[in-house]
T-cell receptor
């Protein structure tokens, strides 16, 4: 089971690009990398998933180096509403890996 | 896609009482997960179902906890003889083939 490590907290200003890195040194060959956003009193919300290189959707980009031992979530031009806790979660998408373990996440605070 | 639904959103109970939570997953998802989250921590894995079969349970899930998923649709999590340490947010998630997970907004349990 891949264990993840993230910075505990980050501060940014509105309009800036924010990059949050997650370390997952023991990632398995068939593991995917997913990122979630969580606001207080809500469940985590899936943001983006990737396996290698770069993935982009309408809200974020995910950069994964060739060795896949880390990943970086990039949030372009953050706003106050992006203040939340961000989690990376690593695991397989095929049968055999059921127990997905969250780390403590990164608490992002966006300042005006 | 109506999302994962959890009921109730909030539950206050006295120590020693039994409580039951319900989770309705996304309809086509055959995998269902229960997590518990305390303030400032990431979600902790409790148990996992594939269809109606409960395939894995965390050691966190003491004998007072039981989860079911009859007919492979909705799931219930029951806590018997609640203790103050059971106070937490109980999160349900579902998925189709593993990651990504899709979470409900949780049930917040307060044991007085």
């Amino acid at each position: 089971l891949a264990k993840t490590t993230q910075p505990i907290s980050m501060d940014s200003y509105e309009g800036q690009e924010v990059n949050i890195t997650c370390s997952h040194n023991n990632i398995a060959t068939n593991d995917y990398i997913t990122w979630y956003q969580q606001f207080p009193s809500q469940g985590p919300r899936f943001i983006i998933q990737g396996y290698k290189t770069k993935v982009t959707n309408e809200v974020a980009s995910l950069f994964i180096p060739a060795d896949r031992k880390s990943s970086t979530l990039s949030l372009p031009r953050v706003s106050l509403s992006d203040t939340a806790v961000y989690y990376c979660l690593v695991g397989g998408t095929t049968s055999g890996t059921y127990k997905y373990i969250f780390g403590t996440g990164t608490r992002l605070k966006v300042l005006a | 896609d109506t999302g994962v639904s959890q009921d109730p959103r909030h539950k206050i109970t006295k120590r020693g009482q039994n409580v039951t939570f319900r989770c309705d997953p996304i309809s086509e998802h055959n995998r269902l997960y229960w997590y518990r989250q305390t303030l400032g921590q990431g979600p902790e894995f409790l148990t996992y179902f594939q269809n109606e079969a409960q395939l894995e349970k965390s050691r966190l899930l003491s004998d007072r906890f039981s989860a079911e998923r009859p007919k492979g649709s909705f799931s219930t999590l029951e806590i018997q003889r609640t203790e103050q340490g059971d106070s937490a947010m109980y999160l349900c998630a579902s998925s189709l083939v593993g990651l990504p997970l899709h979470f409900g907004n949780g049930t917040r349990l307060t044991v007085t």
